[in-house]
Nanobody, 118 residues
Framework: VQLQAFGGGLVQAGGSLRLSCAASGFMFSVVNMGWYRQAPGKERELVAEITSGGSVYYSEAVKGRFATSRDNGEDTVTLQMNSLEPDDTAVYYC?????????????WGNGTQVTVSS
């Protein structure tokens, strides 16, 4: 079971970055996929999540600036981040919620650093 994220980096305020995450090795259905982030000294927060049916949640902090999409056949999820702000600086983690018999388990990918300079 693996979630591999790509695409972090350093960008100036107002710029854009695209994160990608690929899930592999899951024996059960991947229900939701998405992204959390954790800034230094802060708790991990949900940024965006997309269901297998295409319904999407965005946090208020990123709504209108970030967009997530998903390829159900490939179990990949992307996060297009536009109009980036210094407050978006964080380690971003992709996640997948997998429907096991009787319960849903959340799996985490490696974190990828996003740094936005002012």
């Amino acid at each position: 079971v693996q979630l591999q994220a790509f695409g972090g980096g350093l960008v100036q305020a107002g710029g854009s970055l695209r994160l990608s995450c690929a899930a592999s090795g899951f024996m059960f259905s991947v229900v939701n996929m998405g992204w959390y982030r954790q800034a230094p000294g802060k708790e991990r927060e949900l940024v965006a999540e997309i269901t297998s049916g295409g319904s999407v949640y965005y946090s208020e902090a990123v709504k209108g600036r970030f967009a997530t999409s998903r390829d159900n056949g490939e179990d990949t999820v992307t996060l297009q981040m536009n109009s980036l702000e210094p407050d978006d600086t964080a380690v971003y983690y992709c996640h997948a919620r997998v429907r096991h018999p009787g319960r849903i388990i959340t799996y985490w990918g490696n974190g990828t650093q996003v740094t936005v300079s002012s």
